[in-house]
């Protein structure tokens, strides 16, 4: 799905042309994936766009910014205000929104501290990441024979660009053996998350997700389904699953700002069957919450126009 073109991008404080939002050949993060980066949602909502969770996305580029020893010269609350004024002069009602620091011209070599740091936020309309269809009737996904990078070979807890080569080996994989997506095992076996979503099932008629210690990224979207999950009764644990676990779930999904919720149909060729009951009443809560209809979850939502 080709990038739909906006009018503006933010870069270092200020707002220049979408084609003028260029660096160099050279510059650091390119060559050793040194970047931070974020994804986030705005959606139309009754009163303007809103833009799903801001500030919690802005501290973790901050705090990934930090795991890799990177100094950003804008605070969260300057990011905050950057990335409403770039959704405003954008004019979109509903975009996906890319938050990206990295290192820039100047510096080669690995020693990154001496490297200036930029920052520039793009925003533009994407649909669903793993497609309508899929939010309806579910994915087919395959345990990777990738594993999970390790927490003591990179800080797993940093959306970090360089980390990412992980995730992209894990979906071409999928993809060219038919499946829609791919989830990843850590070093000890243990299931972590898919290649950009965290990963949920239903035992017993509890929710169980990984816990952190797996090496699933901290996912906003993971932490909202938690928040909805127990406001609607259900059981939610952190636990950890073997692949097993997920061949017998009652129910699976997975969770996250680019692919939204998404029913699993089948892992490894083991039927899970039609989206169940409670992914449905979750999925229905979500979009809900990030459209402004429920009281409940307003605070998650920080408008556009004011
Ligand atoms: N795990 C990984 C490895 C991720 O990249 C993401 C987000 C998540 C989990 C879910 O986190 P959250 O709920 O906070 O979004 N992935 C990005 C996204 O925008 C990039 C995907 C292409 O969803």
Known sequence: MPIEKTAKIWM???????DEAQIH???HTLHYGTGVFEGIRAYPTASGPAVFRLTEHMRRLDISARLLM????????ELVDATIDTVAVNGVESCYIRPIAFLGYGEMGLNPLPCNVQVAIAVWPWGTYLGDEALRTGVRMKVSSWRRMDPNVNPVAAKGTG???NSSLAKVEALKAGYDEAILLNSQGQVAECTGENIFVVKEGALVTPPLSSGALEGITRDSVMTIASDLGYPVREENLLRHDLYVAEEAFLTGTAAEIVPMRSVD???IGEPGQITRKIQETYFAAVHGELDAYQRWLTHVRA
């Open 12 to 18: 270092d404080g200020e707002l220049v042309d979408w």
């Open 269 to 271: 060729d083991r039927e």
């Open 163 to 165: 980390i990412y080569v």
């Open 70 to 77: 990177m100094d950003l010269p804008f605070s969260v609350e």
């Open 25 to 27: 050949v050279l510059t």
